[in-house]
Nanobody, 124 residues
C-alpha cells in the first residue's frame, strides 16, 4: 500500500508561482511512475504532468507546457510540480498519483494510488 500526501497549494495572483509537493510512503517509491492531475469545479479530472521512475521520461498537458515542471527526488520519496506563470484557468484541486510501473500514463486508470489533493486558486 502506498500513501500519497500533497502540499503546497494555496491562493496566488495570476502570473505567480507555486510549488506542489507529494510525499509517498513505502520503500519502493523509486520504482513507481508518478503523475499530477487536476480537477476544476464541474469538470473531469485531467492529466497535468507525468514522470517515469528514473526521470528519463517527462510529459505535460499542452495547457501547461512551458509553464509547469515535474521532478522527483527518489531519496526523499517526493515528486514536485513547479507551476509558473499561473493563470486563473489553472484553478483546481491538484492530485498526485502513483503507478506500479516504470512509465507514466496520461489517463486516470493507469494509476494505482492517489492522494487527497491540494487546492490551487489563481486570482485574476
Amino acid at each position: 500500500q502506498v500513501q500519497l500526501v500533497e502540499s503546497g497549494g494555496g491562493l496566488v495572483q495570476a502570473g505567480g508561482s507555486l510549488r506542489l509537493s507529494c510525499v509517498a510512503s513505502g520503500r519502493t517509491f523509486s520504482s513507481y511512475a508518478m503523475g499530477w492531475f487536476r480537477q476544476a469545479p464541474g469538470k473531469e479530472r485531467e492529466f497535468v504532468a507525468g514522470i517515469s521512475w528514473r526521470s528519463f521520461s517527462l510529459s505535460y498537458a499542452d495547457s501547461v507546457k512551458g509553464r509547469f515542471s515535474i521532478s522527483r527526488d527518489n531519496v526523499k520519496n517526493t515528486v514536485y510540480l513547479q507551476m509558473n506563470s499561473l493563470k486563473p484557468e489553472d484553478t483546481a484541486v491538484y492530485y498526485c498519483a502513483a503507478a506500479i510501473r516504470s512509465e507514466y500514463g496520461r489517463t486516470m486508470n493507469q494509476y494505482d494510488y492517489w492522494g487527497q489533493g491540494t487546492q490551487v486558486t489563481v486570482s485574476s
